[in-house]
């Protein structure tokens, strides 16, 4: 059977193989063999007599597990794919290697798990990872059961985590937007200088040659080059959007579908699960709907299924059907709708291709899904127009794609993306700066990004329906009903404008694994469990970023008070109440142990029963690069971390530990910068340099006559024959920058280094009269005030962790280029850090140190930090 697959390989009568067919073909039987005789050892069962199986690729069970199960339960398996295999067992497979496999079923290792639980073989096409298999495929007699509920995972199963994401189109519109702003930020940072892009010069040449395909009429040639000549003096922006994604993508190989009704969809029969009572819980959505929301549970029932929409054709919505909608909705609406599989590696190769295409003529890219974009096109506007070009790059796109797309263009996003709603479908429309005001005149406020349920009713209170209404109303008036920033927003948008530039730069500012679905658990050990691998989850996903976090999240849903037990969808959330707690920690990290413990503490603190659970995320946020620590400072804290060991400490000592350093917040809506103290502001907003930062304020100063902190422990560490040759002025001014208000001890050292008889305005006169050139005084000067930083250094610890901080973001703000005198004070005062072992806390600030002076991208900062990195280093 299916022997037409396989090549035959050519025999050799020299080889001694030639009756079996040759060398492979002996191989593979000698293998069979083996394998028959060491599961006929010890058989559990027949279950699987007549089935035979070739594993391809990576799966959970493994292969080698799985040769083991097929042995128990009287199955065969197959170390190569061989005639008389019958079914392929995969849990991930490109298109390149479908092709090559042939009709066999591509079946998910899991139909061999669950069929030995059950005690029969199930009906594989219930598990079939791809569903578009020849139906010539011969039949394998087995019972056929209902296993719908015994084939779902909870999220006990230790695979479900990896199946319910490789089944999510949420996580894979996510997973892909996220994946395509890191490759055009990946194309912008390998760009060199003199980059040339090869659409721009295909656009070059087409020019040359008059050779542009155009719908639009040109009387000669010359007309038309006259049209490409004609250069815009506006800023150009394109919104290119994929028309109905996924439908498009699924019916590129089934041409009978083009032209029908079809939506994308996890439902294979539209119908629902039965005997199930959904009254209750529909009753209750409606309870919460929030007012003006529409109720999308109006027409199910308790037969109709309530698998979401995620594409549909527009032959699907000229009769009613929505995305988003539920599927047993939808087929009242349009009986003869068709139903397709979600087909995700086809997903992510149109998408690749759609941005490999643009990328070829620009890299100013705004990537905002795996199907959609904006692109800042003036420059492209020296070589064609706005209309042959959108001609031009939709067919390119179709071409490569087999998939249309519609494209619209205006002077800012908004535009673009409004006159994108013109072009649909398969179309392009460019509003000009003349038709702008007409253009956004009669369309209705809901049709303006951002406005929503709650700003439309305001509006609507003002008497205003759509964005005429607004223009020709008052600012004020406007601000004084929504909100001074969200009234100004609207005002504009409602006259087409927008200031937000285009972003080609992405930076992720949190990363998050959630799961609504199969959460039933039986016991703390399964929640906990399940925790743990979501941990993991999100932990590699932020490691994938490059990124570390300094904040941990868990999201909770939570069954509500009165909801049914048993959901209407089959182990679905039902109605929920939500809630959160964060932690923040005092470092960043992306070590999964860590992330792992601080998740648990907060599941414990929040104390849900775990059967009442219904849903579990985990957000990462305050994410930062993950930069690699200096290496002087590195060696420096390695050698600490030998010579200074921390004892190993039992877990619940170290959770008490871990939880007196983390701040706890629960359902934190604001995760901002702490405010800054009053009195570091106020002492450092007319600063010249750091020194003032870390005086003292006058209530903390000590009284007159001693030095600031009592710092001053050896007089005979400040020369005082150089203060003393230094002119006043000068040495006044020192005094007075480092606060030196000296001890009587000192001042009798001072008097004694004097010319006896001479009073100290007769030294001062003296040292005027010798007038000492103005080098030698900056040399001592320079040599004095080193060593006063000694003495001032030590004034940091009387600040708080907080008033820190915020003195090195003062800092930061108020200076251009850092001073020597206050890069010596820092090193100094980290250095003295070190050498009292508090390397926690030295680590902390030199990490804050080096984030912020590596976003500078200023060599004089970089030095800096070098050079106080290099006082760790003195007398190591």
């Not at 603190?605 to 620590?629: H, N, T």
């Amino acid at each position: 059977m299916h022997k037409g697959w396989y090549k035959q390989l050519e025999e050799d009568d020299d080889n001694g193989f030639a009756q079996f067919g040759g060398y492979m073909e002996a191989k593979k039987a000698k293998l069979i063999k083996q394998v028959r005789e060491q599961a006929a050892v010890e058989r559990h069962s027949t279950i699987f007599k007549g089935v035979s199986i070739y594993v391809n690729g990576f799966t959970k069970p493994s292969a080698e597990e799985l040769k083991t199960l097929m042995g128990l339960h009287g199955g065969v398996y197959h170390v190569y794919q061989m005639p008389s295999t019958t079914h392929i067992i995969a849990s991930n497979l490109p298109n390149v290697k479908i092709n090559k496999l042939g009709p066999l079923p591509i079946v998910k290792p899991g139909w061999i798990e669950d069929s030995i639980t059950l005690g029969r073989v199930l009906d594989y096409t219930q598990y079939l990872l791809y569903t578009n298999q020849s139906r010539t495929q011969p039949k394998i007699s087995f019972e056929r059961v209902d296993n719908t509920l015994s084939s779902s995972k909870t999220a006990s199963h230790p695979s479900f985590l990896s199946e319910f994401y490789g089944n999510s189109r949420l996580h894979l519109i996510a997973t892909l937007g996220a994946e395509f702003k890191q490759f055009v930020n990946d194309l912008r940072s390998q760009m060199g200088k003199n980059h040339q892009f090869p659409g721009v010069l295909l656009l070059q040449t087409l020019k040359n040659n008059n050779k542009f395909i155009s719908n639009e009429k040109f009387d000669t040639d010359d007309d038309l080059s006259s049209s490409l000549d004609t250069k815009t003096d506006v800023e150009v922006i394109m919104h290119i959007d994929m028309d109905c994604f996924f439908v498009s993508v699924g019916i590129r190989n089934r041409p009978e579908l083009r032209g029908q009704p079809v939506a994308v969809t996890h439902s294979k029969t539209g119908q629902g699960r039965a005997h199930v009572d959904r009254s209750a819980e529909i009753a209750m959505y409606k309870e919460r709907l929030p007012e003006g929301a529409e109720f999308r549970l109006q027409d199910i029932d308790d037969n109709s299924s309530l698998s979401e929409i995620a594409s549909c054709s527009y032959e699907a919505r000229k009769q009613g059907v929505k995305n988003g909608m539920f599927m047993g909705q939808a087929l009242k609406l349009c009986p003869e709708l068709r139903a397709i599989p979600y087909d995700f590696d086809d997903y992510k190769e149109v998408s690749k291709i759609l941005y490999t295409t643009i990328s070829e003529y620009t890299l100013n890219i705004e990537a905002v899904s795996c199907d959609e974009m904006y692109v800042n096109i003036t420059d492209l506007l020296n070589h064609t127009t706005v209309e042959l070009f959108a001609e031009h790059i939709r067919s390119v796109i179709k071409q490569r794609t087999g998939c249309p797309c519609s494209t619209g263009f205006g002077s800012n996003r908004l535009q673009a993306r409004l006159a994108t709603k013109r072009a649909k479908p398969d179309g392009q429309y460019y509003l000009t700066p003349s038709e702008v005001i007409g253009y956004f005149h009669d369309m209705p406020l809901a049709e303006l990004p951002g406005v929503g349920r709650a700003t439309l009713a305001k509006m609507s209170n003002l008497g205003l329906q759509t964005c005429g209404d607004v223009q020709s109303f008052s600012l004020q008036t406007l601000q004084k009903e929504i909100g001074m920033k969200l009234g100004e927003t609207i005002y504009d948008q409602a006259a087409g404008i927008d200031k937000k530039p285009l972003q080609y730069e992405h930076e992720r500012k949190s990363v998050s694994a959630e799961v609504n679905y199969g959460i039933r658990f039986q016991n703390m050990k399964e929640n906990v469990e399940f925790l743990e691998r979501l941990a993991e989850e999100v932990t590699s996903r932020l490691i994938e970023t490059g990124m570390k976090a300094k904040c941990v999240t868990l999201k909770l849903m939570v069954r509500a008070a009165d909801a049914p037990t048993e959901t209407a969808k089959y182990l679905g959330h039902g109605v929920c109440d939500s809630m959160s707690k964060s932690t923040s920690l005092q470092t960043t990290t992306d070590d999964c142990k860590i992330i792992i413990k601080e998740s648990r503490n907060l599941l414990e603190k929040l104390a849900v029963p775990f059967d009442e659970l219904r849903g579990l995320g985990i957000q990462l946020s305050k994410l930062e690069k993950g930069q690699k620590m200096n290496v002087l400072l590195k060696n420096f804290l390695s050698n600490t971390a030998t010579t200074n060991p921390k004892p190993v400490d039992t877990d619940k000592a170290v959770k008490s530990e871990l939880e007196a350093k983390v701040t706890s917040k629960v359902n934190v809506k604001g995760r901002g910068r702490p405010s800054k103290n009053k009195s570091i502001i106020a002492s450092g907003a007319s600063s010249k340099n750091l020194s003032t930062f870390f005086k003292s304020t006058q209530k903390d100063r000590p009284q007159s006559g001693k030095l600031v902190n009592n710092s001053y422990q050896n007089s005979a560490s400040l020369d005082m024959s150089v203060l003393q040759e230094l002119p006043e002025d000068i040495r006044l001014e020192i005094m007075k920058e480092y606060n030196l208000q000296l001890q009587n001890q000192v001042c009798d050292e001072f008097k004694s280094s004097q010319t006896p008889g001479t009073s100290a305005t007769t030294i001062s006169t003296a040292a005027d009269n010798k007038k000492p050139d103005s080098e030698e005084i900056t040399k001592k000067t320079r040599q004095t005030k080193a060593k006063a930083q000694n003495i001032t250094a030590t004034g940091f610890d009387s600040l708080s962790h907080e008033d820190f901080m915020n003195m090195f973001a003062n800092w930061f703000q108020s200076h251009s280029k850092p001073l020597k005198v206050d890069v010596d004070m820092l090193g100094k005062y980290f250095k003295q850090m070190a050498m009292q072992r508090r390397i926690e806390k030295l680590y902390i600030y030199a990490k804050y140190l080096h984030r912020n002076i590596n976003e500078k991208n200023d060599c004089d900062w970089h030095k800096a930090y070098e050079n106080i990195v290099g006082f760790l280093q003195e007398g190591w």
